[in-house]
């Protein structure tokens, strides 16, 4: 099945700098990536997502970057703001089916005031 | 958006006992349905796929006869945690997938906090 592996597990940044989260798959038939933040106690919120026949993805601050061949996406905030402070999963799917999304493992956000 | 609700939002409860969660969607269709457990300060663990008129999936390592699924209609799925122990407190979200062919966007439930004491 797919695995689905986070890197950084925990990240601070100053405000206003930017912050990138990377996430790494394993199954070549995944072509859907969504990223999802999450407050503490509360449901995740898809922020953005990429399909596999595009490279690059953006909305206003936060871009994310797919690269199939090293099967590794990237997401990048820019001008990272307090509110931006969550945690952050990457997940993959292989749309095909039931299309079930295997989550990475989550990163900590925590953004400097 | 599409909206997909839980009830109870939090649920304590004692050891042997069991407990039902429903998940809801409210303004679609869903032919299928996805129930997470989430550990504090974990990733979100797919335990099953609920799929509407049938038996649901259940991922490796889940036991089918502790948590039973049942998704009898478009808009409603409810797992139900049998013989609860301390074990299984953790956060249950569920998920709903748009119908089919408008694309792979999953839409989450707010979850529900399971404390079994």
């Known amino acids: ?113 | 958006g599409a909206v997909v609700s839980q009830h109870p939002s939090w649920v304590i409860c004692k050891s042997g006992t069991s407990v039902k969660i429903e998940c809801r969607s409210l303004d679609f269709q869903a032919t299928t349905m996805f129930w997470y457990r989430q550990f504090p300060k974990q990733s979100l663990m797919l335990m099953a796929t609920s799929n509407e008129g049938s038996k649901a999936t259940y991922e490796q390592g889940v036991e089918k006869d502790k948590f039973l699924i049942n998704h009898a209609s478009l808009t409603l799925s409810t797992l139900t945690v049998t013989s609860a122990h301390p074990e299984d407190s953790s956060f249950y979200i569920c998920s709903a997938r748009e119908p089919a062919g408008a694309g792979n966007e999953q839409f989450f439930g707010p979850g529900t906090r399971l404390t079994v004491l």
Do not use: M
């Not at chain 1, 106690?41 to 596999?52: A, C, F, M, T, V």
């Open chain 1, 1 to 113: 099945g797919e695995n689905v592996e986070q890197h950084p597990s925990t990240l601070s940044v100053q405000e206003g700098d930017s912050a990138v989260i990377k996430c790494t798959y394993s199954d070549s038939a995944s072509n859907y990536f969504p990223w999802y933040k999450q407050e503490l106690g509360k449901r995740p919120q898809l922020i953005i997502d990429i399909r596999s026949n595009v490279g690059e993805k953006k909305d206003q601050r936060i871009a994310v970057t797919l690269n199939k061949t090293a099967k590794h996406f990237s997401l990048h905030i820019t001008e990272t703001q307090p509110e931006d402070s969550a945690v952050y999963f990457c997940a993959a799917s292989s749309g095909f089916g039931n299309e079930k999304l295997t989550f990475g493992t989550g990163t900590r956000l925590t953004i400097i005031p």
